[in-house]
């Protein structure tokens, strides 16, 4: 059975930072490309950071680029997203998903709020 956990999520203060963890079980985890997403009441969920099988590549969305780190743990079958100097622009929903071409899967998403 697929399953894929996000946790950490929470709220800071603006320049804080939060870090974001997603276990994943019931799938060949190092197979698939991993990402991170972002969803806001009203708009579409956005890519937020990718990390290729390996670990070896990454992709940011243009706003993260410089504050958030995207990492994962084959042998632990995890992803994670350090969040460094938040901003309110942050607050949404974040979830990992799994994908490599064939299948594609998603947690239920972890709430990020950053406000003063």
């Known amino acids: 059975q697929v399953q894929i956990v996000e946790a950490g999520g929470g709220s800071d203060q603006p320049g804080g930072s939060l870090i974001l963890s997603c276990a994943a079980a019931?799938?060949?985890?190092?197979?698939?490309?991993m990402s991170w997403y972002r969803q806001t009441p009203g708009m579409e969920r956005e890519l937020v950071a990718r990390v290729s099988s390996a670990g070896i590549y990454t992709k940011y969305e243009d706003s993260v680029k410089g504050r958030f780190t995207i990492s994962r743990d084959n042998a632990k079958n995890t992803v994670y997203l350090q969040m460094n100097s938040l901003k309110p622009e942050d607050t949404a929903v974040y979830y990992c998903?799994?994908?490599?071409?064939?299948?594609?899967?998603w947690g239920q998403g972890t709430q990020v709020t950053v406000s003063s």
């Open positions: 019931g799938f060949t985890f190092s197979s698939y490309v």
């Open positions: 998903n799994a994908d490599n071409l064939y299948y594609n899967y």
